[in-house]
């Protein structure tokens, strides 16, 4: 688990450096929530998908509200 943790940890690292590089000299903006919509969408895809669709048990396995994992599938049109 600790190393699925690490590798996550890593993607997200490598992913953002390449962002950087890739500017060219431009000024970053917004990366807080670029990153946070980036990995929010496909988080919720898959861990609806291991529960079935179940929203309740999505709720639980993420560790937020019910109404705030629908919020966030409103968000992300994802419902």
């Not at 060219?24 to 670029?34: A, I, R, S």
């Not at 929203?55 to 509200?65: K, P, R, S, V």
């Amino acid at each position: 688990m600790n190393q699925d943790r690490q590798d996550i940890t890593a993607c997200v690292q490598r992913a953002l450096e390449k962002y950087f590089r890739d500017l060219d000299g431009e000024k970053p903006v917004g990366v807080y929530d670029m990153v946070l919509k980036s990995v929010e969408k496909p988080m919720l895809e898959v861990v609806l998908k291991q529960c079935g669709g179940n929203q309740t048990l999505a709720a639980t396995m993420l560790g937020i509200n019910r109404n705030t994992l629908r919020k966030k599938l409103t968000e992300h049109q994802l419902l």
